[in-house]
């Protein structure tokens, strides 16, 4: 699990054997989720499937072992269907996870494909009822006759049986494909979001939802934006943020109006004239928006760029630090293989001092707010040996390179970090690289032992 250190030295060490896992190519990880206390880490993939890992408990005898996560529960959340009406094809990959806040001793989830919302319950067993009076134990009941005497149930110990079961089933709520959801802090209430509309849901009723964002104009050929994400504010239940794909942000009270299409702030950096192409548009739109656990800020991910946007401060963000402006130069050829669209997430650490995100050839970045140094990481089975120290890589530019440095014609487009998670109170990352999960922990907790 790799993280920035006291010292700002990013370290990697060991998960045992399950540092990473190796899924087949058609299983490519769409979504990466730490649940609030980050013992269950969840995953979901392009073949509708949600594999949960579970960090097991600290070992005296084997301190290199410490916090290793291995899989808890596997289940098919979504399969493939058809839209007769509309003759569409719904995949049935998934788009979002997020857990719910854990009120009794279940876990609760929520998965998404492009369409349907499901809520799922993950409920452990570890005993079992014996000497039913009426039954048998097949659970088949008795004749009547045969039974003479009346005996007290009993529960015994098996083996720990993970379940997982549907609770709630939220359909046709969204024409277009939902691209986010997001739990409100009042732990009743959750907004799911598509290209032009966000709805608000209630946990327990599935046959109806609140539009409170409606962007589609009357005439389609008038459509400018698109919604690309949406956050609930992690402790003010009324505010919430969306992003659109011409780069601004717009906060939404929904104290002010039941329809939230007046904005109650506009997060807009201006054009640098300078700058202008036939690609800054496409560059500019948001793939991702966090608040910071704090909610002081906001987190934002475009193609080039990360920024920290202050609530407080509409003009500009406060920060701006580049993920691969090396590729500017290479925009043209990234249109052409569509990669100029791939949609890369960010991701705060617990303290919010430290922002992480993706980028290709199995790179991520991580940005010290604090100290502003930054450092390029790799995440492949070749660099990532058990215990070993991550080392940092750089991306050469033309000109001299050093023994390490890889140029950026070189750069493997293919492979890309897309999705990313942290831990929400340690130095633990999940980063999923296409069909791989790797987990990377910062060495300083592992030294102590």
């Not at 048998?136 to 009993?154: A, F, H, R, Y």
């Amino acid at each position: 699990v790799a993280g920035c250190g006291p010292d700002n030295q990013v370290f990697i060490s060991s998960l045992k054997s399950a540092f990473f896992l190796f899924l087949p190519p058609a299983d490519i990880i769409s979504t990466v989720e730490f649940n609030h206390t980050g013992e269950l880490l969840a995953t979901g993939d392009k073949g509708g499937r949600v594999v949960i890992f579970q960090r097991e408990p600290e070992s005296k005898n084997e301190p290199y072992n410490q916090g290793e996560y291995n899989v808890y529960s596997t289940f098919q959340s979504h399969e493939p269907e058809f839209d007769y009406l509309k003759s569409l094809e719904i995949e049935e990959k998934i788009n979002k996870i997020k857990w719910l806040p854990q009120q009794n001793a279940a876990h609760s989830l929520l998965s998404t494909n492009d369409k349907t919302i499901k809520l799922w319950k993950i409920t452990e067993r570890d005993k079992r009822p014996e000497g039913y009076n009426l039954k048998d134990e097949e659970g088949k009941l008795k004749d009547l006759s045969t039974v003479t005497s009346l005996q007290v149930p009993v529960l015994k110990p098996m083996d720990l049986m993970v379940e997982v079961t549907p609770r709630r089933i939220f359909a046709n709520g969204h024409t277009y494909h939902v691209n986010s959801i997001s739990v409100n802090s009042d732990c009743e209430t959750y907004m799911s979001a598509d290209d032009l509309r966000i709805n608000l849901w209630h946990l327990a009723i599935t046959d109806r939802s609140f539009n409170i964002v409606d962007i589609k104009p009357a005439n389609m050929e008038d459509l400018t934006e698109v919604i690309t994400a949406s956050e609930f504010h992690p402790h003010h239940c009324n505010l919430f943020v969306y992003s659109s794909s011409k780069g601004s942000l717009r906060l939404c009270d929904m104290r002010a109006s039941a329809l939230c299409d007046k904005h109650s702030k506009l997060y807009e950096e201006p054009e640098d004239p300078s700058n202008r192409s036939f690609f800054s548009e496409i560059i500019s739109s948001v793939s991702d928006v966090k608040f910071s656990h704090s909610g002081r800020y906001m987190l934002t991910r475009d193609y080039l760029t990360v920024k920290v946007w202050d609530l407080n401060m509409e003009t500009k963000p406060v920060e701006t630090y580049q993920v691969h402006d090396y590729l500017r130069s290479k925009l043209c050829s990234l249109y052409e293989n569509d990669c100029i669209f791939d949609k890369f997430e960010c991701a705060w650490n617990g303290s919010d001092s430290v922002i992480m995100t993706g980028a290709y050839n199995n790179f991520f970045r991580m940005f010290d707010r604090n100290t502003k140094r930054d450092v390029t990481l790799e995440a492949s089975r070749e660099s990532s040996k058990p215990r070993a120290i991550l080392k940092p890589r750089r991306v050469c530019v033309g000109g001299k390179r050093r023994k390490d440095d890889i140029s950026v014609d070189s750069l493997d487009f293919t492979k890309k970090i897309l999705h990313t998670a942290w831990h929400p109170t340690e130095n633990i990352i999940a980063i999923a690289a296409t069909n791989n999960l790797y987990i990377f922990q910062d060495k300083v907790n592992s030294e102590m032992h």
